[in-house]
């Protein structure tokens, strides 16, 4: 799995069977030089076919050796690759969705069947396709006797809302609005490249949030609008922070003031839309930044909250966790989606196996 927070490319080694999922190992492999900043270029972007079709092979490739890595002596039996998203237009007139990384290519290499394009179905079936993590979600953390929801926070946020006891069909799941993407954006501009993201939300803690950039910045039209609906690039990209850079306010007080932008656009979403929630299991690099925790928090006093590692998986694992499982589905020829998340018409089996 490689997401929107571009931080590198997450494996998970699972051993899946019908009644158990174990996780065996995870890793994260950082890309190599140059490759994220293509990557970010081509996105959401005017760019040549030639340029998308030799970045589709080179993201094989890397996928290949990040494998590797992991998992060459682990004895896989099959690869679920999600690819590298570069364009998502889910639900409109002409919906469509973009994923690099040949599962050709990614086959050859690894001599193993690789399962990819899992998006593709479910918006061919009228759904957003996305988010698709949430039937892993209600396959692992659903409960009889507890309203939960579970929270991912990579480079956009979305919840799985789980009522206790609930059938599929009463699950409801969507992306709340940005999760690490405009934190990081601004991170990288005010250490001029030389960090990544908040380690620990450091530099949040040391801004002040400005109410009212925050106040605007929540009354914006995504948050109004019902789910079914995604998130990505699109929305909250280079734009979306070049708009934030413009309003003046000094970078370490707009990281402080984008922290607290995620933390209170996931919560009046769960306030919205999951008022009885008790539990809120999280997962993602997020969970990392105790700022962003403590007003999570904060914004959510009646509902404990903790991390899928309570579960046994790693909340920095899980996304993989989620595409290892949907890979098997598939293999087996079950369905992966959740209509009631994305807005697909039936439940289709997702993706195209490459042996």
């Not at 769960?270 to 299991?281: H, W």
């Not at 990392?288 to 403590?294: A, G, K, L, P, S």
């Not at 989620?322 to 439940?347: E, V, Y």
Request: aromatic share 6%.
């Amino acid at each position: 799995m490689s997401g929107t927070s571009l931080d590198g490319i997450d494996v998970a080694v699972v051993d899946v069977t019908a009644k158990s999922v174990k996780t065996i190992a995870h890793g994260t492999t950082p890309w190599a030089r140059g490759v994220r900043e293509r990557i970010l270029e081509f996105s959401n972007a005017a760019c040549t076919t030639a340029q998308i079709s030799r970045l589709n092979f080179e993201l094989a490739e890397q996928y290949a050796k990040a494998v590797r890595r992991l998992g060459s002596d682990l004895g896989i039996e099959l690869v679920g690759c999600h690819g590298q998203t570069v364009y998502h237009e889910g639900g409109g007139k002409q919906p469509n969705t973009l994923q690099l990384g040949d599962a050709g290519v990614l086959a050859e290499r690894l001599g193993i069947p690789v399962v990819s394009n899992f998006r593709t179905r479910d918006v061919a079936a009228g759904g957003q396709g996305a988010p698709l993590v949430p039937f892993v979600d209600y396959l692992l953390l659903r409960s009889r006797s507890k309203n939960r929801v579970a929270l991912n926070i990579g480079g956009i946020a979305n919840v799985t809302i789980l009522p206790a006891d609930s059938p599929p069909e009463g699950v409801i799941a969507f992306d709340t609005g940005p999760g690490n993407m405009v934190i990081d954006q601004l991170v990288r501009l005010h250490s001029s490249g030389k960090r990544g993201y908040d380690k620990g939300g450091v530099i949040a803690k040391s801004g002040t949030v400005d109410k009212m950039l925050l106040s605007r910045l929540l009354r914006g039209r995504y948050f109004r609008t019902a789910p079914p609906k995604s998130a990505g690039r699109e929305q909250y990209g280079a734009e979306f922070v070049s708009t934030l850079v413009e309003s003046g306010t000094a970078l370490p007080h707009l990281i402080a003031t984008a922290t607290a932008f995620t933390a209170a656009s996931i919560a009046a979403a769960v306030e919205r839309f999951a008022p009885n929630t008790e539990e809120l299991i999280a997962a993602g690099g997020g969970v990392h930044n105790r700022t962003f925790m403590e007003m999570l928090a904060t914004h959510l006093p009646s509902v404990r909250l903790t991390t899928t590692a309570e579960f046994g998986i790693d909340p920095d694992a899980k996304e993989a966790v989620a595409f290892a499982i949907l890979a098997w589905r598939t293999w087996h020829r079950k369905p992966g989606n959740l209509p009631s998340a994305t807005g697909a018409r039936h439940p289709v089996v997702l993706g195209s196996i490459t042996h």
